[in-house]
């Protein structure tokens, strides 16, 4: 699912340098033609069909989802319910060898964590599957930060972090994407894994590393909060819908977006923000 996006796109292109064959699920074919130039099967359909799901899953050795990421979410997230009802029909139906879904550090909470409850939902409404899951609980990304290339030509990065200085989880879509492949063909397991994915990252540090990029001195500066709304609308967050990602952002500063949560597993990140910065800049030279 998803292979359009950053993290669906770098988990089938681990798998394709693996030599595996690889299967998408497709809203446009026209969108998808570099993937079917190399080699991916396109099966027609969304995450709104629970029936083309099931035909995209057939035969398959493990199936990789997510949910469409939606930044002002309805106050019962009934977008994500419906994509995770859809997602348990099909999953039910055809029982593959092995699931890996997409999810956040931060989704073990059912309450507090803002856009994050669609991925606590997604991770409670999987836990009945018949298959082995695995739950990758990714950390923020590097690219949420690419808007800096342009915004920190004046030496500052406005961020949503405060303090600066603290360190949260956070990761680049490629490792999301490695990881994923390697729970994909890796070796078998029963029941439910949750990885932890990332390292322990501040602000303060992913603006020194865009100044190295840039080769400027750049600062992390922390929006004040009776800003965030304003903000938001300004990254496209509709107005009057962005509670639910300033809640998001007031609790990873509230400290709970750490790492060693009871019963997971930790793989770190091997990509820093330096590494998306320099790979983003390039291509914009390309």
């Keep these: 699912m998803g292979i359009t996006g950053k993290v669906g796109g770098a988990t089938a292109r681990h798998l394709l ?6 299967r998408a699920l497709v809203r446009n074919r026209e969108k998808t033609a570099q993937w079917a130039d190399q080699g991916v099967e ?3 359909g969304d995450w709104n069909d629970a029936a083309a799901i099931a035909a995209a899953l057939k035969g398959v050795e493990g199936a990789f989802v ?18 995770i009802a859809n997602y348990v029909e099909a999953l039910t139906k055809v029982v593959p060898p092995r699931v890996v879904a997409l999810s956040s550090t931060g989704a073990h909470r059912t309450s507090g964590a803002g856009i994050i409850t669609a991925l606590s939902l997604l991770e409670q409404g999987f836990r009945s599957l018949p298959s082995p899951v695995a739950f990758v609980r990714a950390g923020g990304f590097f690219e949420n930060f690419l808007f800096g290339l342009q915004a920190a030509q004046s030496g500052t990065l406005p961020v949503f972090y405060n303090p600066t200085n603290r360190k949260s989880i956070m990761v680049a879509s490629d490792d999301i994407g490695a990881e994923v492949a390697t729970l994909l063909t890796g070796p078998a397991w029963s029941g439910h894994r949750v990885i932890e994915l990332g390292s322990m990252v501040s602000a303060d540090e992913v603006a020194g590393q865009l100044g190295e990029v840039l080769k400027l001195d750049v600062k992390a500066f922390a929006v004040p909060r009776a800003g965030w709304a304003e903000a938001f609308e300004q990254f496209g967050v509709p107005k009057g819908h962005t509670g639910p990602a300033e809640e998001m952002y007031e609790a990873i500063n509230a400290g709970w977006m750490g790492l ?12 820093s923000a330096r590494d998306v910065f320099a790979a983003a800049k390039n291509a914009l030279k390309a």
């Design 17 to 22: 340098k693996q030599g595996k064959q690889v």
């Design 42 to 44: 396109l099966v027609d």
């Design 66 to 83: 997510m949910l469409p990421a939606v930044w002002a979410p309805s106050p019962d997230f009934r977008e994500a319910k419906g994509v």
């Design 260 to 271: 060693g949560i009871a019963g997971t597993e930790h793989v770190e990140g091997t990509t």
